[in-house]
């Protein structure tokens, strides 16, 4: 399933002569770029540099790319490590899909639930109907803000958090039961933790556009985007990267020489590896901060899990388990002899505190507290360990404050010393945020070396 080593050069003329318009920065000598980290920001950034006409390597440290979007096949099951499913709204995602003939294709069915009491309810009866006339009437009044794939757009509306606008506006019981509890599941950390402008970045976004929310995914997993790009590319694998120095006329990664790097590794990472950063690029590294879970995988016998694809559980319900997905929407590829993997996720503080425990400690836990979340099983017994992966930097936090900082370094500051800045943190939250991103970052860096 994971990409096999590439180290060397990959022959791309064809792609070049595509993209001869792009051409004049190649009267001189090939530019020579270092990309650190093959996550889906760091591959899709290499792919567009390399198309238009540079010398591109991409260094990552594991023995596959991906990163957070990446699968693992245990017992003929495809379990999706990180990132679970994607959305129709993942327009340039689809693209890429499109070029490189990777199946795109909706889920089985999408059915989302929410737990409340014990109980698995269906979403609309999370709350009562005052709350919920409350919540269409917000929804009503909800403006076009702009483009919650490009939260930079949004930097203006960062001035307060999405939880306290939204117990003031709509009431503690849409707060608790929507609001905070959309957050843990998609982003493990609660809803006073994320900025007012990605909250109506999607509520915009669900407004004008509910239809196309609906879940999908690549055929093979996860791993199949990145895999398709890294056989485009020169991907060296195994390669962690201890150390990038910079000044005006170079940039020593490990002590080779380039013209540009993108780091594209999280901003955590990014910050170890780079020795001297600017101010600019130190504030901005140092102030993203992350929210940790773990995504811990269950065999559980198809015929037990009702067509619910999606399980919502609010803190105010668990203090551990913050949602759970039926991967059985996703079809055979999840499933094997009747049974289908049930993927749990944790909120942030429970994941934190049991991340060093062994794997079959971490499985009893979560276990346990499954059963008091969801009615659907009688015993542990019915519920079989599979597998799991630790995420100690899962979801970059886009709180108050964060939006604004972002836009201000992307216009004033990215590219000093010729190191850009890649990655999710940097637009908006999910692959297709970190994919547009990588896009962006290969166009800012196309018109500063061309210049
Ligand atoms: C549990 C979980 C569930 C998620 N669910 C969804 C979902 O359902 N849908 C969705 O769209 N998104 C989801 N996401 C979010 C999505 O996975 C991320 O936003 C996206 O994949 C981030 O991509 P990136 O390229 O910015 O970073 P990363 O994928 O983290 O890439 C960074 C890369 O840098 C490498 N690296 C780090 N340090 C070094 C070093 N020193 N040297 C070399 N390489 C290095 C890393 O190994 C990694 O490959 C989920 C994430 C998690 C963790």
Not at 39 to 64: H, M, W
Not at 150 to 167: G, P
Not at 168 to 181: I, Q, S, T
Not at 204 to 211: Q, V, Y
């Amino acid at each position: 399933m994971n990409m096999v080593l590439h180290d060397f050069p990959t022959c791309h003329s064809l792609s070049l002569l595509a993209y001869s318009d792009k051409m004049s920065i190649m009267h001189q000598q090939k530019k020579r770029i270092a990309v650190i980290g093959a996550g889906i920001a760091g591959l899709t950034c290499a792919y567009e540099l390399q198309k238009a006409g540079f010398d591109v390597v991409v260094l990552e440290k594991n023995s596959y790319v991906g990163g957070r979007m990446s699968s693992r096949v245990k017992d003929g099951v495809i379990f999706d490590l990180g990132a679970d499913h994607l959305c129709d709204l993942y327009d340039e995602m689809k693209k890429y899909c499109q070029e490189f003939g990777i199946t795109w294709e909706k889920m089985r069915f999408l059915k989302y639930g929410l737990s409340r009491g014990g109980q698995v309810i269906p979403i609309a009866q999370a709350v009562n109907r005052l709350s919920q006339f409350r919540l269409a009437v917000q929804y009503f009044f909800t403006k076009d803000v702009g483009d919650f794939f490009d939260l930079n757009d949004l930097a203006d509306r960062d001035k307060n958090n999405a939880y306290d606008f939204m117990r003031l506006r709509v009431g503690k019981e849409v707060a608790n039961y929507f609001v905070d509890a959309f957050t843990s599941t998609y982003q493990f950390h609660r809803a006073s933790e994320i900025s007012l402008g990605a909250l109506l970045g999607i509520m915009n976004s669900i407004k004008k556009n509910a239809s196309r929310w609906y879940l999908q995914r690549t055929k093979g997993g996860m791993q199949a985007l990145p895999d398709a790009f890294a056989r485009h590319l020169n991907v060296q694998l195994n390669h962690h990267i201890d150390k990038l120095v910079c000044d005006s006329n170079q940039c020593l990664v490990d002590d080779k020489s380039f013209d540009a790097v993108v780091l594209a590794s999280t901003a955590r990472a990014s910050l170890s590896i780079y020795q001297n950063p600017t101010d600019k690029q130190k504030k901005l590294l140092g102030s993203t901060q992350y929210a940790s879970t773990i995504s811990v995988a269950f065999r559980i016998d198809r015929n037990l899990l009702p067509d619910y694809a999606i399980v919502w559980v609010p803190y105010v319900e668990s203090e551990k388990i913050s949602g759970f997905v039926n991967e059985s929407m996703k079809g055979e590829e999840v499933m094997r002899d009747g049974e289908s993997l049930l993927c749990v996720w944790l909120h942030e503080d429970f994941a934190k505190s049991i991340m060093d425990k062994s794997d079959d400690e971490i499985f009893a836990q979560v276990k346990k507290e499954l059963l008091k979340v969801c009615h659907w099983f009688a015993s542990e017994k019915q519920i079989h360990n599979h597998d799991l992966q630790r995420w100690p930097v899962a979801m970059p936090k886009f709180s108050q404050g964060h939006l604004r900082l972002v836009r201000d370094f992307m216009e004033n500051g990215q590219g000093e010393q010729n190191v850009f800045l890649c990655g999710d943190y940097l637009n908006a939250p999910w692959t297709e945020g970190a994919l547009r991103n990588g896009q962006k970052v290969a166009r800012q860096i196309t018109e500063k070396l061309a210049a």
